[in-house]
Nanobody, 120 residues
Framework: QVQLVESGGDLVQPGESLRLSCAAS????????MGWYREAPGKQRELVAG???????NYADSVKGRFTISRDNVKNTVYLQMDSLKPEDTAVYYC??????????????WGQGTQVTVSS
């Protein structure tokens, strides 16, 4: 079995920073793409940032220059450093990953989500 566990969500004021973490565990052979999505109330889930196993990244236009995605391939963990947070960044943040298990089955996995609230 494979699971993703996120942490780091919190209530912060505009302009402050947060760092989210997402650790994959279980019967993992390899992980290719890892990413962060978010879902705000009344809105569809949207891609925030993604990163390949080689370190190539992509970002939503709304977070470019403020958010940084990174990963530790030894720890099977992906991070999202969020700076200069705005109220419109308020959402539940989910990580996902394309993981090949030790049985050579590849699936897309999602974490349970972590709440980020930006408010004064």
């Amino acid at each position: 079995q494979v699971q993703l566990v996120e942490s780091g969500g919190d209530l912060v004021q505009p302009g402050e920073s947060l760092r989210l973490s997402c650790a994959a565990s279980g019967s993992i052979f390899s992980i290719s793409i890892m990413g962060w999505y978010r879902e705000a109330p009344g809105k569809q889930r949207e891609l925030v940032a993604g990163i390949t196993s080689a370190g190539s990244t992509n970002y939503a236009d709304s977070v470019k220059g403020r958010f940084t995605i990174s990963r530790d391939n030894v720890k099977n963990t992906v991070y999202l450093q969020m700076d200069s947070l705005k109220p419109e960044d308020t959402a539940v943040y989910y990580c996902n990953a394309v993981i090949r298990s030790t049985t050579m089955v590849t699936n897309l996995y999602w974490g349970q989500g972590t709440q980020v609230t930006v408010s004064s």
